[in-house]
């Protein structure tokens, strides 16, 4: 079993920066390709970002190209997702995931493990 514990999440205004950690444990962390969803109350899920096993490719959606950086530390077994310039529709619960497989994959199915969700609320 992997277990993941999202952290940072918060209250910003538009134009402000946050930054989520995803904490992992329970298996080698460089076995699993790492990817942050998010969703917003009344919407699917939807993809945000995903890196590769070794942070060698990375993956985001094009709503979020630009403006944020996902990363990871194998020392820390931490990813990060850093987000710039927040706008009010990027308001919803993030969801830290892990994925078993080798591709940078962006539909949710593909993710075998889930965090608890951590929301971030862009005010205008």
């Known amino acids: 079993q992997v277990q993941l514990v999202e952290s940072g999440g918060g209250l910003v205004q538009a134009g402000g920066s946050l930054r989520l950690s995803c904490a992992v444990s329970g298996r080698t962390f460089s076995r699993y390709v790492m990817g942050w969803f998010r969703q917003a109350p009344g919407k699917e899920r939807e993809f945000v970002a995903a890196?590769?096993?070794?942070?060698?490719?990375?993956n985001y959606a094009d709503s979020v190209k630009g403006r944020f950086t996902i990363s990871r530390d194998s020392a820390k077994n931490t990813v990060y997702l850093q987000m710039n310039s927040l706008k009010p529709e990027d308001t919803a619960v993030y969801y830290c995931t892990a994925n078993g497989g080798l591709a940078v994959t962006t539909a949710p199915s593909t993710y075998n493990y889930w965090g608890q969700g951590t929301q971030v609320t862009v005010s205008s």
């Open positions: 890196i590769s096993r070794n942070g060698g490719s990375t």
